[in-house]
């Protein structure tokens, strides 16, 4: 009798690796709705990730069936809540270990999150392809390659920056972590099936020092950001009135008429126009982050004429600059803190007289969304100066462009002396906005994300 000896490590094997096999094939098994089902991925708020929001419409309005993974602290857009097409997919924001040395929070944090991502990209159905968003990408993009070579589905990176840029906002460029950031980018970047980025900045600077080849898709307005009506404005200025008093009417007030500080409405037959001597509206939304510095603004203001400044947002600088904001003693400025649901958002912008960016990229080479926004409302813009904003502003076109807070605070000057007249600098440009109005998102996706997905 011929006795065959096997040794008990290559048994193990051999029993693992049928098993990998048989899991590697039951995670690869498509059906017939697979080809129209994709994730679309995010490492932060859904609500605050427009752009994301703007993929998961435009894949829906395509037929395709969408996942939607990220943390859920504000309320998305309606449009994405009512679409039927979107089931969105919230996981708990990860703090990791809260003892000892940074390092190892941040370490535990990154494996906490892996297994987390791991447990709900592999057990959801088959997906066609995988968009993630970057940044933030530690751990999204290794975690998201890894599930689409398991599950043979394909991969794309929406680079709206770079990370390891962002962290050294805070650490500086040559902090370990900075170092580790950025050689993970390197690395796990090029592995995506196909990549987006957000200016022909980036797309270049992919090509000449990543290796990877991108489809620049700028941040277009959707159709929500348009001039907003006056019966709509006045609206939100008396829902706004009921919260933020910088919006109330002070004064004598009339039984037949409704007044807010902008706006006044007739009752006797609702009609509703704007109070000659209103102040002017400045709006600069903002995520009270270290790209923005807006004890510019704030200086700036210090020499304005009659104006109300709504600053909206949320983020982790907001109560330092509200403190600051409640130092100050202006005479003729208004400022608000509100933070707008993505319905009044919209509104608001196509109700203000003037966007102000402060929006400094880490990179130099992604573009404020915020004055994109803007544009779609016909909304001029001052904004802080750095590499790629020509490829948005145009100075002396749609908007001016300044360097420091005395520069702004001319700018503010000179484009409010005539206010609330449209003769003046501010309304050619608002009338430059009518007329050289570009592609909306769905346009612009359909022209240079939906080749991308139905590509054999």
């Known amino acids: 009798i011929l006795k065959l000896y096997v040794p008990g490590p290559v048994v193990c094997l051999t029993v693992v690796t049928a098993l990998v096999s048989l899991w590697s094939l039951r995670l690869r098994r498509r059906d017939a709705g697979t080809e129209r089902r994709v994730c679309v991925l995010v490492l932060g708020d859904i609500g605050r990730s427009p752009r994301m929001q703007y993929h998961a419409l435009s894949l829906s309005k395509h037929g395709y069936n969408v996942t939607f993974v990220g943390f859920l602290d504000t309320k998305p857009h309606q449009d994405v809540l009512q679409e039927e097409r979107i089931r969105i997919v919230s996981i708990a924001e990860v703090k990791g270990v809260g003892v000892g040395p940074k390092l190892v929070t941040y370490v535990t944090k990154v494996i906490i999150q892996c297994l987390q991502l791991l447990y709900v990209l592999l057990r959801m159905e088959l997906q066609s392809h995988l968009l993630l968003q970057n940044p933030p990408g530690l751990p999204g993009i290794a975690v998201a390659w890894l599930v689409c070579v398991l599950r043979g589905s394909r991969f794309i990176i929406d680079w709206h920056n770079y990370g390891f840029t962002i962290m050294a906002l805070s650490h500086g460029q040559r902090h370990p972590v900075v170092r580790v950031a950025k050689w993970y980018e390197h690395v796990f970047g090029p592995l995506a099936t196909h990549n987006l980025c957000v200016t022909n900045a980036m797309k270049d600077d992919l090509q000449e020092n990543w290796g990877i080849k991108a489809t620049t898709l700028y941040d277009r307005p959707p159709s929500i950001f348009r001039e907003t009506p006056l019966k709509l404005q006045h609206e939100l200025f008396m829902r706004l009135a009921n919260t933020y008093p910088q919006f109330q009417h002070r004064g004598c007030e009339e039984v037949e008429v409704e007044k807010t500080i902008f706006s006044v409405r007739d009752l006797t037959d609702n009609s509703v126009t704007l109070r000659a001597e209103r102040p002017a509206l400045l709006l600069s939304s903002t995520s009270w982050t270290e790209d923005e510095d807006f004890s510019i603004l704030l200086k700036a203001l210090q020499g304005t004429t009659v104006s109300v400044c709504v600053c909206a947002g949320k983020g982790p600088q907001k109560e330092h600059y509200r403190k600051l904001i ?112 570009g592609q909306r998102w769905d346009d612009n996706w359909d022209q240079n994300v939906l080749p991308l997905i139905t590509a054999p």
């Open 326 to 437: 409640d130092s100050l003693h202006l005479e003729h400025v208004k400022i608000c803190t509100p933070w707008l649901e993505a319905e009044d958002y919209p509104v608001l912008l196509g109700s203000a007289d003037l966007g102000v960016c402060l929006h400094k990229s880490s990179s130099g080479l992604d573009l404020p969304m915020k004055v994109v926004d803007m544009f779609g409302c016909c909304l001029p813009v001052c904004a802080i100066h750095f590499n790629c904003l020509h490829e948005l502003v145009k100075h002396e076109e749609n908007g001016l462009i300044f360097r420091d807070s005395q520069e702004l605070a001319q700018q503010l000057k000179s484009l409010l002396s005539e206010f609330p007249s449209s003769e003046g600098r501010l309304g050619l440009f608002r009338r430059n906005l009518r007329t050289s109005r």
